[in-house]
């Protein structure tokens, strides 16, 4: 796996999209890959939440035949976290003020997902 | 022709029209102007704290009072009468933190890029409107001239592109102000001018200056490299691999009907215990009688 494209993509993203303040790559099962996050957030119970929570999500959107779950975004009144699975293997996390701009978010997202789970998989099927 | 001449062009049309809506700006980091009568009454912006923001991260209200205020209002973005009936603030503080905050938005769209402008319909009231709205073309030269004046200084900085840390000096440093404490405080880095606004829930125009005039000073620094993101996966991609679904295969055939995994969680009644701990035993113990005799204990 390409550590510096994982990270190259990270930071491009916070970069890309203001009120970003952190962001998390973890595993489907929440071990935690890479964090780009400020000291004040532990960044493998975080990782552990976003497992938890997307697996929620993904159990209910099933439960409640409302198809296949896009993403899930908890809303505070100091901003916002969102977490969108990266494929099958991975999952991201994205923490943002509320300045940020939610749905610009999930727009810029996309592309993203889709790099980081080609850097996640490429060199993971190649060392198999 | 410039994302702010571009920008000016199209609001001082919207002024000359007496428009009424909202103008969408794109760029970054944008934002939306919204007019009445080609006046602007409120401009929102990823890149400015909002009103809302100000007045919680400066801690004058905390967020579970401002939901209560919200459902009080009916789900209102702004619940001003609220915030004035419950003594949170005055009217007169609204009006001044509306006003700031529509010139402190202005000033992050036009510190920022702009790559187009979109007239639209208001898709609703606008949030946090100011009574007596601002011209346009006055607006965006006041937005310009804080720029130039940011631009002039001795270490001129963006409100989205410096990430200063404090400097190793400013351990030493006595007789701080109030936003200076809390810049260094918050400044690991990562945070640009206007992550610091937000952080402090103080405008981001103030806040840009006074980054401006720390790392002048020496208060503050920027690493030209950033912090590096450990990566804790191997190399080969080990322990990766596909998440579990979260439906079982089901059966191919079998004439009992099981529980569908995919259904919600049903819930068996008894499950809590309650009704074993709350029935007479045989031998005489605690029961509904009992239960309800220890929450009175004067009855019988």
Request: hydrophobic share 40%; aromatic share 4%.
């Amino acid at each position: 796996m390409d550590h510096q494209a994982l990270a190259r993509e990270m930071r491009g993203l916070r970069e890309q999209v203001t009120g970003i303040t952190d962001t998390a790559v973890a595993a489907a099962d929440g071990l935690l890959i890479a964090a780009d996050t400020a000291d004040s957030i532990d960044p493998e119970g975080l990782a552990a939440l976003a497992a938890a929570g997307l697996g929620l999500a993904r159990r209910t959107s099933e439960a409640t035949a409302r198809g296949a779950l896009h993403r899930t975004v908890a809303y505070g009144s100091h901003g916002c976290a969102a977490f969108y699975a990266v494929g099958d293997t991975a999952l991201m996390v994205v923490l943002g003020d509320e300045g940020m701009d939610v749905e610009r978010l999930h727009t810029a997202t996309q592309p993203a997902l889709r790099r980081i789970d080609l850097i996640l998989t490429r060199k993971a099927a190649e060392g198999v | 022709m410039s994302g702010y001449e571009l920008l000016a062009r199209d609001l001082a049309a919207c002024g000359r029209d007496g428009f009424t809506g909202e103008v969408r700006v794109s760029g970054s980091p944008g934002g939306a102007f919204h007019l009445h009568g080609g006046l602007v009454v409120a401009v929102e912006s990823p890149g400015a704290p909002g009103p809302e923001a100000l007045l919680l991260r400066s801690g004058r209200i905390g967020g579970e009072e401002w939901a209560a205020l919200v459902r009080e209002s009916g789900g209102a973005r702004w619940p001003a009468a609220g915030l004035i009936a419950h003594g949170y603030a005055g009217a007169a503080q609204l009006r001044v933190v509306c006003a700031m905050s529509l010139q402190d938005a202005a000033f992050a769209v036009v510190a920022g890029s702009v790559d187009g402008c979109e007239r639209g319909p208001a898709a609703g009231p606008p949030p946090a409107a100011v009574a007596v709205g601002e011209p346009p073309t006055r607006l965006l030269q006041e937005a310009s001239r804080k720029l130039r004046a940011l631009l002039a200084l001795p270490y001129p900085v963006r409100p989205d592109r410096e990430r200063p840390t404090p400097a190793p000096v400013s351990c030493a440093a006595t007789r701080l102000g109030d936003l200076r404490c809390e810049l260094l405080a918050h400044a690991d880095g990562r945070r640009t001018a206007r992550d610091l606004a937000f952080r402090t829930g103080r405008g981001v125009y103030t806040v840009t200056v006074e980054v401006a005039r720390m790392l002048g000073e020496g208060l503050l620094e920027c690493v030209d490299e950033p912090h590096p993101i450990p990566v804790l996966l191997p190399a080969d991609g080990g322990g990766l691999g596909p998440r579990e679904p979260a439906t079982p295969a089901a059966p191919p055939q079998g004439p009992p009907p099981g529980p569908d995994a995919s259904a919600l969680p049903r819930r068996r009644p008894g499950a809590s215990g309650i009704n074993e701990a709350l029935t007479p035993e045989p031998n005489g113990g605690t029961g509904w009688k009992e239960f309800f005799r220890l929450r009175n204990p004067t009855a019988r």
